[in-house]
């Protein structure tokens, strides 16, 4: 069913991300170019800098899904490895086979939410819809960032041409946790001391915002993620609009492993769900940002503190609160990357005439 290589949700190695981060730093003080902006400036840093620098995490396994697997195989191997994502290894293709032949796309529990909402019961054939997009090892630093904040791309491998395998696999958390050792950099500081609302931040507006009343259905808070194209959204208390709870699409997962669940996944409730999960968790003794108090940051807050909170509870959003605790808006992974990079005019070019289909904000 599966081959494993690493898996990203390992830590990385954190004396290579200090070491990267003092690069990145020497690099900040020979951009000395004063007509140069900030952004400008690190860009340029980030432009010299091949993802082949990106740390591994120190086992190097990858975990891979062969193409024949059934929905629930890959569920249970997502969960295993606590990954969002994995690339599909087509069965057919021989081992010297070059690496777009031998991959053929990425299951990942937004495709899982998907299936569940039109019960599928097989997902052999069904990968295309989620690109597998490569990195090259000589790729920069900047292409990477771009792709997992304006792209939208929420994990990208690493992709050896010459020996068709998968070197690596970056994502958002991993580059976030990447930035959280980053802190205390002079050149870091420049971005990290800027507040959320300086940074414009929250993007979206309370009334924007994808979310759902806690004695509503869970399914339909797994229906408006998979059609708003979200990973997350808050459970909001029935009266007044307080965040009493977090919904992520990696927690389908627990509408199809745990039994006590799924026998009533069609009417449960929110609210209902994430006691149940929690009762779920202690029984298995399984550490989780579910069994915690729903972690929530206000616009005062610097984004190097954001950074931090993220990287600690090893979350993939952060809701935004008054002094009330009324919610004010969510900041994700994606939003805090978006902030740190700028895409320079022309900058891609030709390069997602590699990946079948195009991803969907693609001006090629």
Known sequence: MENILFSPRHRLDEDAERELGRRLEA????????????????????????????????????????????????VQLLAKHKILSSPVRDINAPEDATWIDK????????GIAVWLLQQVKDISGSFRWAPFLPLHPSDSFLTMLLLLSKYRMKSLPV???????????????AV????????GLPWFETWGNSTLSELGLPVMKPDQMVKLIEDQPVLQAFKLMSEKRVGGLPII?????????????????????????????????AKAFCTAVRSHLRLKQEASPLLEDVITCQKTDTIEKVILKLDNARIQRIYVVNSHGDLEGVVTLRDIISTFVQEPPGYFGDFFYQVVPLPINSSV
């Open 176 to 183: 976030v946790h990447m930035l959280s050792k980053f802190v």
């Open 237 to 269: 208390e029935k009266e007044g609009n307080k965040v009493v709870g977090n919904i992520s699409l990696r927690d389908i997962q627990f509408l199809l492993m745990a039994p006590e669940i799924y026998e009533e996944f069609r009417s449960v409730t």
């Open 27 to 74: 690099l900040w003080d020979e951009q000395k170019e004063p007509s140069l902006s900030d952004t400008q400036r690190l860009n340029s840093c980030l432009e010299k800098i091949p993802v082949s620098s990106f740390p591994a995490p120190p086992d190097k396994q990858v975990v891979e899904i062969n193409s024949d697997a059934s929905l629930a195989e890959a």
């Open 159 to 173: 992709v050896d041409i010459g020996e068709g395998k998968i070197g690596n696999i970056v994502t958002q958390s």
């Open 103 to 110: 991959y053929i796309g990425i299951v990942e529990f937004a």
